[in-house]
């Protein structure tokens, strides 16, 4: 099956660092990847929509000058955090979705686990 | 606006069975997808409908009702495994996916 991995698993760093997450595609193109965040006993929230080669969609309410995303090919996208704040402390995850039959679900990484002291 | 509901939390005991419901209202529908997620971990796909009716795979098996706005859930012969968060999505016209709140499965002994 669609195998989605992201890296890294948790990284703990100092605030106003960057820290840069890294989504890939292993086994499929993945015309679009999306970025979540997910604060404790919090459902997903969508932070942005990329689509490769072009420029990231942010939700309302997400900096798009802090969250820089690029997808610059099919199998890759990267989500970095820009001067982090305790604040985005949390659980990202990525998910990607390729050329498929309506049925296909979204395919997810592990997420990442960030910790700003 | 758009909104899913679904319980936020559920108790049930081992080896029973349990239901999940989650209701919506979305800007069009493209399909209902259940997922679910271990505390600190990625969700996972369950299942996946699009047209009314049940779909079954293995112990869990997903309804869905159109006309309702309504899908469920159900889990059989519950393992201590199966808690977990159960989260309700729907894709909308844009084949944007609208995520519930996700409901908190606890199994008892």
């Known amino acids: 099956g669609a195998v989605v991995s992201q890296h890294p698993s948790r990284v703990i760093c100092k605030s106003g660092t960057s820290v840069k997450i890294e989504c890939r595609s292993l086994?499929?193109?993945?015309?679009?990847m999306f970025w979540y965040r997910q604060f404790p006993k919090q459902s997903l929230m969508l932070m942005a929509t990329?689509?490769?080669?072009?420029?990231?969609?942010?939700e309302q309410g997400v900096e798009k000058d802090k969250f820089l995303i690029n997808h610059a090919s099919l199998t890759l996208s990267t989500l970095t955090v820009t001067s982090a704040h305790p604040e985005d402390s949390s659980f990202y995850i990525c998910s990607a979705r390729g050329s498929y039959p309506d049925s296909s679900p979204l395919h997810f990484g592990n997420g990442t686990r960030l910790t700003v002291t | 606006g758009q909104n899913i509901d679904q319980p936020t939390e559920m108790t049930a005991t081992e080896g029973a069975i349990v239901q999940i419901n989650c209701t919506y209202q979305t800007s069009g529908f493209n399909g209902l997808f259940w997922y679910q997620q271990h505390a600190g971990e990625a969700p996972t796909f369950l299942s996946y409908n699009v047209l009314d009716g049940l779909e079954e795979k293995g112990r869990f098996s997903s309804f869905l009702s159109r006309s309702k706005g309504y899908s469920y859930l159900l889990l059989k012969e519950l393992q201590m495994k199966d808690s977990a968060s159960y989260l309700c999505?729907?894709?909308?016209?844009?084949?944007?996916?609208?995520w519930g709140a996700g409901t908190k499965l606890i199994i008892k002994p």
């Open positions: 086994d499929f193109q993945a015309t679009t």
């Open positions: 990329s689509n490769e080669g072009s420029k990231a969609t942010y």
């Open positions: 999505a729907v894709r909308d016209s844009n084949y944007q996916l609208i």
